[in-house]
């Protein structure tokens, strides 16, 4: 399966950005869908995930609130809405899939780059 992120993009703090990401090739079954980022001199970090059947999201503790991750499984996309965003939320934005029954996130995409600006 190959992954595809893309909507990233400079804004000023208090922003919205959407990312989408889409998946193409065995596409089935479904996989978990993960968001992940990397700032700048930092480890990656999980920053939401949301489960095949868009039944499960979690998020992590310095967006949950803000960031809402969804799924169209019809269109083969995951979406993360982000909101009142900060310049902390600056990083490289990663999806990556997680095959069923699996714990291992195995298949990623390339990054797409979200700056906030102060």
């Known amino acids: 399966v190959q992954l595809q992120a893309f909507g990233g993009g400079l804004v000023q703090a208090g922003g919205s950005l959407k990312l989408s990401c889409t998946t193409s090739?065995?596409?089935?079954?479904?996989?978990?869908i993960g968001w992940f980022r990397q700032a700048p001199g930092k480890e990656r970090e999980i920053v939401a995930s949301?489960?095949?059947?868009?039944?499960?999201?979690n998020y992590a503790d310095a967006v949950a609130g803000r960031f809402t991750i969804s799924r169209d499984n019809a269109k083969n996309t995951v979406y993360l809405q982000m909101n009142s965003l900060k310049p902390e939320d600056t990083a490289v934005y990663y999806c990556?899939?997680?095959?069923?029954?699996?714990?291992?996130?195995?298949?990623w995409g390339q990054g797409t780059l979200v700056t906030v600006s102060s």
């Open positions: 090739g065995r596409t089935e079954p479904p996989y978990d």
């Open positions: 949301i489960g095949w059947n868009a039944g499960a999201a």
């Open positions: 990556a899939g997680r095959p069923p029954l699996s714990s291992s996130w195995a298949y």
